[in-house]
């Protein structure tokens, strides 16, 4: 089993910041990407950012420059820091790791319940 868990969310105004965790645990033989989504109400879960095992970052065109991703593979987390906040980064985020759980077996993704994130005057 594998156990995917973020914390950091909270209400903020618009042009704070926040910072999103995350860490995967369990049966984990290696992690590929780690990353982030975010849903808003009544909209579509939309990707925000991943990063790969080697370092490799790819954002939505949205957040660049204002939301940087990190991770500590030893640790198996992942983190988001989100600066300059606007009303429409409200959502709820949702980290996910692609595992492999054994040398043999392809990498899956497994996804934490989410965190909500409320950019707010």
């Known amino acids: 089993q594998v156990r995917v868990v973020e914390s950091g969310g909270g209400l903020v105004q618009p042009g704070g910041s926040l910072r999103l965790s995350c860490a995967a645990s369990?049966?984990?033989?290696?992690?590929?990407?780690m990353g982030w989504y975010r849903q808003a109400p009544e909209k579509q879960r939309e990707f925000v950012a991943r990063?790969?095992?080697?370092?490799?970052?790819r954002y939505v065109d949205s957040v660049k420059g204002r939301f940087t991703i990190s991770r500590h593979n030893a640790q198996n987390t992942v983190d988001l820091q989100m600066n300059l906040l606007k009303p429409e980064d409200t959502a709820v985020y949702f980290c996910?790791?692609?595992?492999?759980?054994?040398?043999?077996?392809?990498?899956?993704?497994?996804w934490g319940q989410g965190t909500q994130v409320t950019v707010s005057s």
């Open positions: 996910y790791a692609d595992v492999e759980t054994a040398l043999w077996e392809h990498a899956k993704p497994y």
């Open positions: 369990g049966s984990i033989y290696n992690i590929r990407d």
């Open positions: 990063i790969t095992r080697g370092g490799d970052i």
